[in-house]
């Protein structure tokens, strides 16, 4: 088996452990992502080490953490991009594929500079710009279904609610 064939494998298991855990630790969880596009809306995509396909970028709220820092801090740690002026709230979802715990802030982003694409990391091993209709073949439902809500303003499915 390979090591992605392997990563894979676990990944169900680390994802229920994970929220397990944040149940009692936290009792709920709380991210942001967003969906950043440039001039000619090619959405910015990552891959990570850690967890299978293409997603867009983000990650957890800190406590005491406002959104907005939290989605700043997320852009530059995982590309590069500095938010350049208010970015727009695409929606605050409960994100039931996930857990009935897990709270996820979308921003469109359109306005931001970046200095220069970022080297692979422990975390982040790729990233790039990808035109909506020609995103990498393992890049997720769940990032497919949000960049579709903003460009092609398809409505969030009933398990993604607002």
Do not use: K, Q
């Given at each position: 088996?390979?090591?992605?064939?392997?990563?894979?494998?676990?990944?169900?298991?680390?994802?229920?452990?994970?929220?397990?855990y944040w149940r009692f630790?936290?009792?709920?969880?709380?991210?942001?992502?967003?969906?950043?596009?440039?001039?000619?809306?090619?959405?910015?995509?990552?891959?990570?080490?850690?967890?299978?396909?293409?997603?867009?970028p983000g990650g957890g709220v800190e406590v005491g953490e406002a959104l907005l820092t939290a989605l700043r801090r997320e852009l530059m740690e995982e590309g590069r991009i500095e938010i350049s002026s208010e970015p727009e709230l695409h929606g605050i979802?409960?994100?039931?594929?996930?857990?009935?715990?897990?709270?996820?802030?979308?921003?469109?982003?359109r306005d931001f500079r970046q200095d220069r694409k970022p080297e692979p990391n422990h975390e982040i091993v790729e990233c790039g710009f990808f035109a909506a209709n020609a995103l990498p073949a393992e890049t997720t439902a769940g990032?497919?279904?949000?960049?579709?809500?903003?460009?092609?303003?398809?409505?969030?499915?009933?398990?993604?609610?607002?």
């Open positions: 088996m390979t090591v992605g064939g392997v990563r894979r494998g676990l990944e169900p298991v680390l994802r229920r452990l994970f929220h397990l630790a936290r009792g709920m969880t709380l991210g942001v992502r967003g969906v950043v596009l440039d001039g000619d809306d090619r959405v910015f995509l990552v891959r990570h080490s850690y967890v299978a396909g293409w997603h867009l979802f409960l994100n039931s594929h996930v857990s009935r715990r897990d709270h996820v802030a979308v921003y469109i982003v990032t497919r279904l949000r960049i579709a809500e903003v460009l092609a303003h398809v409505p969030p499915p009933p398990t993604w609610r607002r």
